[in-house]
């Protein structure tokens, strides 16, 4: 239901009522913690402080000392901005009706008492002064930026505290990626999850896509308080979270590009990268870079959306220099990565009409710089890319349109200064105009003072601020205020801590004790980068304790900046603020202190420090412990699980609870995969030192007190490990980039080297010099594909290395057929171990022997094929290079892209054919069902 | 064309090392002991009480020969083939020297991807490398394997580095079986990933269970009923035992796409089980769901369970006959299985066997004269044993341990026979016993606590007039857990106390009256 009317020559647009929220009754005030049965029991005096301050009736009732202690005000959101943040017409729908425009919201109607033909006066003026603070600006989300989003907000905690999303309130559909579930469990526990959480429902009438993004990168810029915390998104995810959250908003938005600048080989990892400047583009070109005079080391990344109308083949073309790449949807259609000159690779797609995401990455090491992104399609010759992006289109009537800005009435703007300061605006919220803030002219009794029968907790409307209390509220409220009327007692340490967790709901992440802990609801959206780790890799650690194993500075930092310790965890401890959780930290001090014994004191004179270092570093190294096999050090990566630094233990841990914990790491952690050193109380490593558990321990909190200073234990940096082959072939099969996971490399002594995919049976490279740094495969996990270690490597044509052709002009297939059965048979050595490999292809058997020959200084691969069937065979083709130029040089001998020869022997003649690009074929000529061929590779 | 004068320190230092490595070729070449050449600090030595009965005899290690053992096989001539991660195999002569310096290495071939399985016959080695079956001739006499054929390649390689390919023996049919990791141990990205296979003399491949997740070794009892290890992770509790029962589904659902092509032998997909339940109440929903037949408990019984090995040696290995002996990685054990079946299923208790192994034991065979030879490797995985490689044997010292031999689940209870007659009193009181019992949450997330945790009462027990077994009579039965039960107060009649006083017995089914 919607209410659209025109008055004052603005187009108003009232509240969109989603499914689902009731109209009969108004929402009471929807506090996080008050959510659970436990706070809601009846007269809870607990429940009512917390009340007092999440209402911020405090700011209206000052509370006396002792009470200001039990009680912590929820700063109202500050005005000096707003009209830059929020929609003119929101701002008018919620002053018109706090509760029904947004639900749960905790602002009271401070206006309900007027008339209304003066009331309807009053709201527009102080529209008008909030206007004059600034106007917003209009975007549109994209929707490769939403659908990041999507996963980035159910995996950083925005689930923790606003559900999963799609919610009950935000009536749309939800963009790829976010999960059903309304966040909504009985619960019995009465302290823990999101029970109830906070959904945020429809944003698009509030925010626009600048003002949420700008909000989302500093909430607490306008929410001082922290009951949002500041989670410190990258401006990358703060876009991608707002555009999610505005995703009733149209997903199309033509390009944008991201500008980085630094020295690279290849294409960077740009999800690692800081852009220098981000902005709309309208086409792939390189103007965000030589705008700056920037024509050397630099890179670029444009994310739009494709628009298809006509279904087709379209050719996707992108040239540069130097390295390209393009994606459609997803998928790396063109790789042009490297260093090089102008040089162009395309690629064919078929496509249906409909949306694309594209993205183009690029970079430019030195020299020549330049890019151009072209396409082709049905009926469209070879033009720029950029004509195919997709420009917004508003969908008609479902969302609210651009306003035009509201043209502020000064007069208005004045008087609703007055109505600003006079109707308690100014108690609650700061507004600063013209450089001096509004003061408030309310006068309200102090909250020892108070008649819980009168004022905002009369049962009717209250006066002056209505807040639509439910009845249990009401009595919560009614028992604090009760409570309060004498000085109340200082709160001991553990309550303060409780209050607090729950206040800022710690209890959504952290459990301590048996308080608190991830709500089994939204258990799902813990996710970590490191599975293994189990549920220590993914769920925020228990707060048991805590008081006891961090130290004061940082717990300080943690409050103050967020934490970064378990980069693994996709949920992000954010930052609260200081100045809102630094009550915490007398209070977890004060409760955990004698949590943990003492840890012995051990004097060490000036000179045995070098030796205790010395036995700290063994003892962490991978003869030791081998704490590095998991804990990461000095920024050096481990070799299996990246566990927590062990750089900043000692200024993380309180050197006492480290001592404790090592003795008994699942005493602390329950379910933790780490090991002790001391089994049974006993060093495993009884030379060390003296031996004592003790010492060891000491002589590791040393060492590691050096921070990234310290040391490098032994086992963290690993050389390579090259296999040189001197009189005999060397053999290394196992991942090679370029030659897949059947990878088969061989070195040979004259310093040529090959790689041999024995799941295509093909020879896949050539190179010379070094043969390969087995280090990657052969240190820490040996994850990944190795490169070749020498130069001047030749990559041999991709897809099937024979093939039946009916007749020579048959294009050769690009896959193996299915019927065509074929089997890797292995190989066998000679005297000096080199391989022949042995297959059989389609019946026949290959025997395939390739030698270095020639002199020292000009050795070439000499390369000879045997085949034996049993059957006769006929067109079968062997094809050897595939290349832009193959030119005949007469005697057999081919030169190749003007770089490289090939000869061959052969009983038929070889077959060269030009196309789109050239290719060189042999006939398999069977004589006594056997043919034989010889290549010579000179590279 | 790199030049012929190395001009850089980095080309210096990779000469001298490539220099060294020349020379520690040529000595393997010629089967020379290795001490002499760079030595790995070897483990300290400190007494333990199980010394008294199995020793480690501990291999000399050096830097240039990178023993990272993934598969050991006797071979006819007496000789220990070696198999390692980095795809070499050696043999060592005289590898039952009493010192072990003695031994020589001679390396029979290299280049391969990965070993993780060496059987023997007929004159060839069979390989199980990352990407296929492979058996290795010398076929001039030389030593060295010249012939490389492959045997079977029928199942799928990402590229992923977790696709380990575990391989075992012969069974009696002569096929050997291969069991492949998940990939990444999470999902199945490639053909057969999580599946056993057998292979077929001829190389065919025959697809034998599903639901396997990380496996850790494979091997098979006395009857030639075959086994491996799985490791806690998403659908495993814990670390296991399992029966690899032709056409069973052992657990973990993500390789099930497979079924599609797997054919008549393995039948119909299994319904996907439960996350949060219990194994027992999907394994009688879901009749191909074979349970773990003994659990590891987690960090109680190590953390890493690997390689499998029976004692067949007929009483040269002490009393433990016919018993499975399983690995650890992590705590750099051995541990000791015994297995019965109930209801048609394996099940049995797990006991601490030798700990003190010098890296992560990996790789476990029995030699001839009845020694137990254990491999190890600790890379990119932490281990108790601080040596990045070992290669160690345990012999029995002739003198029996004081043990419980065999602990058997009765209707009501359990018969535990020891290993030498008992202290009537201590072994008839209660109090002298403790017994606690859990399960584990199956789910898909990772591992689980030990949870539903029940402490039944020892209502009654009876020792037989031997002294040799006992009868523990309980209040109550908990179908589906593991019962933990620690010994600490029984003695043996010459008043001792049992060498290692703990047992966990899996009991997922209850024998019949």
Redo the contacts between chains.
């Keep these: 239901m919607s209410l659209c009317f025109r008055a004052g020559g603005v187009i108003w647009i009232g509240v969109v009522l989603a499914a689902g929220t009731v109209l009969a009754a108004e929402s009471s005030p929807r506090v996080l913690g008050w959510q659970p049965d436990a706070m809601r029991s009846e007269g809870n005096v607990a429940g009512g402080e917390l009340l007092l301050g999440e209402l911020n009736c405090i700011s209206c009732h000052a509370p006396g000392p002792q009470a200001a202690d039990r009680l912590r005000r929820k700063e109202a959101p500050i005005l000096d901005a707003v009209g830059a943040r929020v929609r003119p017409s929101y701002l008018r729908a919620l002053l018109t009706d706090p509760a029904g425009t947004k639900p749960g919201t905790t602002m009271p109607g401070v206006l309900a008492h007027l008339p209304p033909g003066e009331r309807e006066e009053v709201i527009d003026c102080l529209v008008h002064l909030l206007a004059s603070t600034g106007s917003p600006t209009y975007a549109l989300p994209m929707r490769l930026a939403a659908e990041r989003g999507a996963r980035l907000y159910h995996e950083v905690g925005c689930v923790v505290c606003h559900g999963p999303r799609p919610d009950s309130d935000s009536g749309h559909k939800p963009a790829g990626g976010a999960v059903a579930g309304n966040g909504h469990t009985a619960d019995e526990r009465g302290t823990s999850g999101t029970a109830a959480a906070l959904p945020l429902g429809r944003l698009s009438p509030k925010y626009t896509l600048p003002a949420l993004v700008a909000f989302l990168q500093d909430p607490l810029a306008v929410r001082p308080s922290g009951r949002m915390p500041h989670l410190n998104l990258a401006p990358g995810e703060a876009r991608d979270i707002a555009s999610f959250l505005l995703d009733d908003l149209d997903l199309v938005s033509g390009l944008r590009y991201a500008y980085y600048e630094g020295n690279w080989e290849q294409l960077p990892d740009f999800d690692r990268l800081k852009p220098v400047v981000e902005g709309d583009a309208s086409q792939f070109d390189l103007s965000p870079a030589l705008a700056r005079g920037r024509k050397n080391q630099f890179a670029l990344r444009f994310e739009g959306t494709l628009q298809i109308t006509t279904p087709g083949e379209y050719l996707f073309l992108i040239g540069s220099d130097d390295g390209s790449r393009l994606w459609i949807d997803g998928q790396r259609v063109v790789d042009n990565d490297g260093v090089h000159p102008f040089q162009q690779r395309r690629k064919k797609l078929r496509l249906r009409p409909g949306l694309y995401s594209v993205v183009v990455e690029y970079f430019e090491q030195a020299g020549g710089e330049e890019l151009q992104v072209d396409f082709e399609g049905p009926g469209m010759p070879q033009q720029p890319l950029a004509n195919l992006l997709a420009t917004p289109v508003i969908k008609k009537g479902s969302q609210p349109p651009d306003e035009s800005p509201l043209v502020v009435d000064p007069d208005k703007a004045a008087r609703g200064k007055t109505y600003f300061a006079r109707y308690g605006c100014a108690s609650c919220h700061t507004l600063r105009v013209g450089g001096t803030e509004i003061s408030s002219q309310q006068i309200a009794p102090p909250l020892n003072r108070l008649d819980p029968a009168r004022g905002c907790l009369a049962p009717s409307a209250g006066r002056p601020a209505h807040y639509p209390l439910e009845a249990r509220q009401r009595q919560a409220l009614a028992a604090a205020l009760r409570f309060l009327a004498t000085p109340p007692p200082a709160l001991a340490p553990e309550e303060t801590i409780r209050r607090e967790m729950v206040r800022f709901h710690c209890v959504g992440c952290h459990q301590r004790g048996d308080f608190g802990g991830v709500d089994p609801s939204i258990q799902q959206f813990f996710q970590t980068d490191m599975?293994?780790?189990?549920?220590e890799g993914r769920l925020p650690p228990s707060l048991t304790g805590v008081g006891a194993k961090l130290t004061e500075e940082w717990l300080r930092k943690i409050f103050d900046h967020g934490a970064t310790d378990r980069p693994y965890m996709r949920t992000r401890m954010p930052r609260f603020g200081l100045t809102n959780v630094g009550p915490l930290l007398p209070a977890l001090v004060a409760a955990d202190r004698d949590l943990v014994p003492p840890a012995p004191a051990i004097t060490v004179s000036e000179e045995d420090e070098k030796r205790w270092k010395a036995a700290g570093r063994r003892l962490v190294g991978?003869?030791?412990?081998?704490c590095i096999?998991?804990h990461t050090f000095a920024g050096y990566r481990s070799?299996?699980i990246q566990a927590l630094s062990l750089t900043t233990m000692t200024r993380r841990l309180r050197r006492d609870w480290f001592f404790a914990y090592l003795q008994s790491p699942?005493t602390f952690r329950?379910?933790t995969?780490m090991?002790t050193p001391f089994?049974d109380g006993q060093t495993?490593?009884?030379?060390v030192l003296d031996g004592t558990v003790a010492s060891q321990t000491e002589a590791i909190w040393r060492y590691l007190a050096d921070g990234d200073d310290a040391q490098l234990p032994l086992g963290l940096v690993t050389g390579?490990v090259?296999l040189?082959a001197?009189d005999e072939a060397?053999?290394?099969?196992?991942?090679i980039e370029g030659a897949?996971?059947?990878a088969?490399g061989v070195g040979y002594p004259e310093?040529l080297n090959l790689a041999f995919d024995?799941q295509g049976l093909r020879l896949a490279m050539l190179w010379?010099?070094?043969f390969i740094d087995?280090a990657r495969?052969?240190?820490?996990?040996?994850?990944?594909?190795e490169k070749p270690l020498?130069?001047?490597v030749l990559a041999l044509p991709d897809g099937p290395p024979l093939a039946r052709l009916p007749s020579p002009e048959v294009p050769w297939p690009g896959d193996v057929p299915s019927d065509v059965s074929r089997?890797?048979?292995?190989?066998?050595?000679?005297?000096v171990r080199r391989p022949t490999f042995?297959y059989t292809w389609d019946g026949v058997r290959v025997e395939d022997e390739l030698r270095p020959t020639g002199e020292p200084?000009l050795w070439v691969m000499q390369r000879t094929l045997r085949f034996a069937a049993d059957q006769p065979v006929t067109n079968l083709y062997m094809r050897l290079a595939v290349a832009g130029r193959i030119e005949p040089r007469g005697m057999g001998r081919y030169q190749i892209d003007g770089r490289w020869h090939v000869s061959v022997r052969s009983a038929a003649e070889p077959v060269l054919r030009t196309g789109s690009s050239a290719e060189l074929l042999v006939p398999i000529h069977f004589e006594n069902s056997q043919a034989r061929i010889e290549v010579t590779y000179d590279w | 064309m790199t030049g012929s004068c190395p001009s850089t320190l980095s080309a210096m230092r990779s000469g001298w090392m490539s220099m060294a490595l020349g020379l520690a070729a040529l000595a393997v070449a010629l089967g020379v002991p290795l001490v002499g050449m760079a030595q790995i600090a070897p483990v300290p030595e400190a007494r333990t009480p199980e010394d008294d009965y199995y020793r480690l005899i501990r291999f000399p290690l050096s830097e240039q020969l990178v023993l990272e053992v993934g598969a050991l096989e006797m071979l006819p001539d007496g000789k220990l083939a070696v198999a390692t991660r980095r795809g070499e195999i050696y043999f060592v002569d005289q590898p039952l020297a009493e010192d072990p310096a003695q031994a020589s290495f001679h390396r029979f071939a290299s280049g391969l991807h990965e070993v993780l399985g060496l059987a023997w016959r007929d004159g060839w080695l069979y390989c199980v490398q990352r990407c296929e079956v492979t058996r290795l001739r010398d076929e001039d006499g030389d030593g060295r394997a010249d012939l490389f054929e492959t045997v079977a390649d029928g199942w799928g390689v990402s590229g992923d580095y977790h696709e380990y390919a575990f391989g075992s023996k012969f069974d009696r049919e002569g096929n050997l079986w291969v069991v492949l990791c998940l990939t990444g141990s999470f999902s199945s990205e490639a053909l057969y990933r999580g599946w056993c296979l057998r292979i077929t003399p001829d190389g065919k491949v025959i697809p034998t269970c599903s639901g396997l997740r990380s496996p850790g070794g494979i091997g098979a009892n006395a009857a030639g009923d075959m086994f491996y290890t799985d490791n806690q992770g998403p659908w495993n509790g814990a670390c296991s035992l399992k029966w690899l029962r032709p056409g069973a589904f052992l657990g973990h659902p993500i390789g099930n796409r497979w079924y599609e092509v797997a054919g008549e032998v393995m039948g119909p997909r299994p319904k996907d089980p439960q996350s949060g339940s219990r194994m027992m109440v999907e394994a009688a929903k879901i009749p191909q769901l074979e349970p773990p037949a003994v659990y590891f408990p987690y960090s109680k019984m190590g953390q890493s369970a690997s390689g499998i090995a029976c004692d067949l040696s007929g009483g040269k290995f002490g009393p433990f006959t016919e018993q499975l002996f399983v690995g650890d990685q992590t705590h750099s054990t051995v541990m000791r299985v015994y297995l019965e079946k109930v209801q048609g299923h394996y099940q049995g208790a797990c006991f601490p066997f030798r700990a003190g192994f010098g890296s992560g034991s990996l790789a476990l065979q029995f030699a001839p004269d009845g020694s137990l030879f254990v491999g190890g490797t600790n890379r990119g995985w932490g281990s108790r044993g601080p040596q990045p490689y070992a290669l160690e044997r345990v012999v029995w010292t002739g003198k029996t341990p004081f043990e419980v031999l065999r602990m058997e689940a009765r209707p009501d209870g359990f018969l535990l026979t020891f290993t030498e007659p008992v202290d009537l009193a201590t072994a008839s009181d209660k109090a002298s016993y403790r017994l606690s019992t859990y399960t584990y949450i199956y789910q898909a997330q990772y591992g689980s606590p030990e949870v539903d945790l029940t402490q039944p009462e020892i209502v009654q027990i009876a020792c037989s007039p031997d002294g040799q077994q006992v009868r523990l009579v309980l209040d109550a039965m908990a179908v589906g857990h593991v019962h933990e039960l620690h010994l600490d107060g029984v003695r043996s009649a010459r008043g001792q106390s049992l060498l290692h006083p703990v047992a966990y017995y899996t009991l997922n089914y209850l024998p019949g009256r």
């Design positions: 599975p293994e780790m189990g549920d991978s003869q030791g412990f081998s096999k998991c070799s299996g699942l329950p379910g995969r090991p089994p495993t490593l009884p030379a390579k090259e040189v001197f060397v053999i290394y099969r196992n991942f897949g996971a059947r088969i310093k024995a010379h010099g070094g087995a495969h052969w240190t820490g996990r040996g994850a990944g594909f020498g130069d001047r089997q890797f048979r292995g190989y066998r050595l000679d005297s042995l200084d």
